[in-house]
C-alpha cells in the first residue's frame, strides 16, 4: 500500500514502460510495405510484454505510408478492440509516450500500444530523402535540407565558441563504434572508426561529412505503456517514467536558423523532466540522445545543463560520451549507425534504446547496471526537442 | 554556378507577394510595423514584435555580413549544381535571410564577410535575392 505522499508525487510516477520492440531495420525492407512493417512491430511488442489486444485500450500506432490510410483508428480496427483511445501524436516517439502517459494517468485509458513504420517511401536516390526537403517559399530555392538547416548552425557555433571539425568527428566515430558492435545495427561491422576516419567521408554539408549524418533506413517499432498496477501482471520488469516535456520553437524549416533562436531548444524540457523526477544532469547513466547530426550532440549536452554554452566541444571529449564513459550516448549505435526509420520509427528507436539498457539487455554494449535514462528526441534544426526520463526504479 | 535548371520556385501568399514583387523590381522589401518601427522578415501577417497588423514595407541597402554558412556537396535535388554556398545574411538594417552567396570561390566564404544582393530572374513571377560578395 502506497501511503499518501506518495500517491500526491508526479502522476508520471505510476506510468511504466511494459514493452518495447524493434523489428528488424535496415537499409531496405524489400517485401515490406510501411502498414506490414508496422504490423510486424505491433505483434513483436505485443509478444515482449506478453500481453494479447484483449488487455490494450488505447491505440497511437501510425504507419509512414505514402497512402495516409492506416492511422491509429485504422490500427485500432484491425486489433479488434472496438471504441478505444485513439492517439493523436501518430506514435511520434516520445511525443506519444507522454501523451499516452497523460491519458494513462488521467484515467482515460490504461494500456496504451504505441507503433510506427515506414519503407519504400525514399525511392529517388538522386535527391535527399524526401522528409529532409522543405517547401517553404523562403527555404526550398536556396537548396537547403535537412543536413544544411543543421550545418548552419554548427558552423555558426564553431565561428562563437571554437568548436572543431575534430570534435564534432569524435562524437559520429563514438556512435558509430557502438553500431560497429551491435549485432541488430544496419552498419555493424562497419567500423571500428576514428575521428580521421569521419573528417576523411566526402563533404555534405559543410561542416558535416558523410559520416557525420544519420543514415536513411527502413523498419519498425512499438511501445506498451501501461500503468505500474497492471504491469506487475506483464512479462518484462517495469521500466517506470521520470519525468518528460516537449517543446517547439516555431515551424521546422522556414526561417534562419541562427543560434540564438535554436541553441537553447530543449533546456526548459530538460529542466522540467529533471524536475518531474527529482533528479539532475548527475543522475543520468544512459544518453540516448537524438543525433541526426554530430554537432547535435555537442548541443543539446549544452542545452540540457550538463555543460555550460560553448563548452560542448570539450565536454565530449577524452572518452566522457563512451560506453565507459560517465555519459555515454546512442548506445546501440543510433540514428547514424543503428537505423533511422522514416516516419516515427526513428524518434521511438531512442526510447527502446534507453530501455533495453535499463533491463540489462543491451548485449555487448550493456552499460554496468544504469539506473536512469534520458531519451530525446528533435533537434535544434527542426525547432524542437521533447526529452524524456526513464527509470529502474519507480520514485 | 547556381544558374538553376529546374529548381524549386516560391509560390507567394498573400502576404509574401508584395515582397516578391519587389525581387522583380529589384528592390528588397522587408516589412516596417507602423506602430513600433520595427522590422520584421520573413514576411508575416503580423510583427513579430508587437502583433500589431499595421505593416508597411520599407526597401533595404541590399547590403549586409555572412552570418553562418554551409557549403552543399550533397544537393537537395540534382536540380541543384554543387558546391552550392548556403547563407544567413544580417541586413544592414537588422533582419536575417536565408539565400546563397554566389560569384566567389566557395573556400573564401567566411562567416562575417560583407556581400549584397545579387538578382536574379527565374520566371515571369519570381527573381530569387542571392548575394555576392560586397563590392570594395
Redesign the interface.
Same mark, same amino acid.
Given at each position: 500500500m502506497r501511503t499518501q505522499t506518495e500517491m500526491a508525487k508526479h502522476p508520471f510516477h505510476d506510468i511504466v514502460l511494459a514493452g518495447v520492440h524493434n523489428t528488424v531495420q535496415a537499409k531496405r525492407l524489400d517485401g515490406h510495405t510501411s502498414e506490414s512493417i508496422t504490423l510486424e512491430a505491433v505483434r513483436g511488442v505485443m509478444d515482449d510484454a506478453g500481453i494479447t489486444p484483449r488487455d490494450i485500450d488505447g491505440v497511437s500506432v501510425a504507419s509512414g505510408g505514402r497512402s495516409g490510410l492506416f492511422q491509429p483508428s485504422h490500427f485500432a480496427y484491425l486489433l479488434g478492440l472496438g471504441p478505444a483511445w485513439n492517439g493523436w501524436t501518430n506514435g511520434q516517439g516520445i511525443g506519444a509516450v507522454l501523451e499516452a502517459a497523460s491519458a494513462i494517468a488521467t484515467g482515460q485509458c490504461h494500456t496504451v500500444i504505441i507503433g510506427a513504420g515506414s519503407a519504400g517511401v525514399y525511392t529517388e536516390l538522386a535527391s535527399t530523402a524526401p522528409w529532409t526537403r522543405p517547401h517553404n517559399e523562403f527555404v526550398a530555392s536556396w537548396g537547403l535540407f535537412t543536413a544544411a538547416e543543421f550545418a548552419l548552425i554548427a558552423r555558426r557555433h564553431m565561428h562563437m565558441y571554437g568548436t572543431t571539425p575534430w570534435q564534432l568527428a569524435t562524437v559520429s566515430a563514438t556512435i558509430r563504434n557502438n553500431g560497429h558492435i551491435n549485432p541488430d545495427a544496419i552498419y555493424q561491422g562497419r567500423g571500428p572508426f576514428t575521428p580521421q576516419d569521419i573528417l576523411d567521408s566526402r563533404m555534405v554539408a559543410d561542416p558535416f561529412h558523410l559520416l557525420d549524418c544519420a543514415m536513411t533506413s527502413e523498419g519498425g517499432c512499438g511501445i506498451i505503456v501501461t500503468t505500474a498496477e497492471r504491469a506487475r501482471d506483464m512479462k518484462q520488469p517495469p521500466i517506470y517514467l521520470l519525468g518528460g516535456a516537449r517543446e517547439r520553437n516555431g515551424p521546422s524549416y522556414c526561417y534562419p536558423p541562427t543560434w540564438e533562436q535554436t541553441g537553447y531548444v530543449g533546456r526548459d524540457a530538460a529542466r522540467k523532466s529533471f524536475d518531474m523526477a527529482g533528479m539532475t544532469h548527475e543522475d543520468v547513466d544512459d544518453c540516448e540522445f537524438y543525433d541526426p547530426f554530430s554537432f547535435e550532440i555537442i548541443r543539446q549536452f549544452e542545452a540540457f545543463g550538463f555543460c555550460g554554452e560553448g563548452e560542448g566541444g570539450d565536454f565530449i571529449m577524452n572518452g566522457a560520451i563512451e560506453l565507459d564513459g560517465k555519459y555515454p550516448i546512442c548506445t546501440d549505435g543510433g540514428l547514424m549507425s543503428f537505423s533511422h526509420g522514416g516516419s516515427a520509427v526513428q524518434l521511438l528507436q531512442k526510447v527502446i534504446a534507453g530501455v533495453k539498457q535499463l533491463r540489462g539487455e543491451a548485449g555487448n554494449r550493456q552499460l554496468s547496471d544504469p539506473r536512469v535514462a534520458m531519451s530525446t528526441n528533435g533537434g535544434a534544426g527542426a525547432l524542437f526537442t521533447d526529452v524524456m526520463l526513464m527509470g529502474k526504479e519507480q520514485p | 554556378m547556381t544558374s538553376q535548371r529546374s529548381? !524549386?520556385? !516560391?509560390? !507567394? *501568399?498573400p502576404f509574401?507577394k508584395p515582397f516578391w514583387e519587389g525581387c522583380r523590381r529589384q528592390e528588397l522589401l522587408v516589412q516596417k510595423c507602423q506602430d513600433c518601427g520595427l522590422l520584421t522578415h520573413?514576411p508575416q501577417p503580423a510583427c513579430s514584435h508587437c502583433l500589431s497588423p499595421n505593416l508597411g514595407w520599407m526597401q533595404a541597402s541590399g547590403k549586409g555580413a555572412v552570418? *553562418?554558412?554551409?557549403?552543399?556537396?550533397?544537393?537537395?535535388?540534382?536540380d541543384?549544381e554543387v558546391p552550392?554556398v548556403?547563407?544567413?545574411v544580417d541586413l544592414d538594417e537588422g533582419v536575417?535571410?536565408?539565400?546563397?552567396i554566389v560569384d566567389v570561390d566557395p573556400a573564401e566564404v567566411h562567416?562575417g564577410m560583407r556581400v549584397e544582393v545579387e538578382y536574379r530572374k527565374?520566371s515571369d513571377e519570381i527573381t530569387?535575392p542571392y548575394f555576392r560578395p560586397a563590392a570594395a
Open positions: - | 529548381i !524549386p520556385l !516560391p509560390v !507567394p *501568399s509574401t520573413v552570418y *553562418s554558412y554551409t557549403v552543399v556537396w550533397r544537393p537537395q535535388t540534382p541543384f552550392y548556403v547563407a544567413i536575417q535571410m536565408m539565400t546563397n562567416v527565374m530569387l
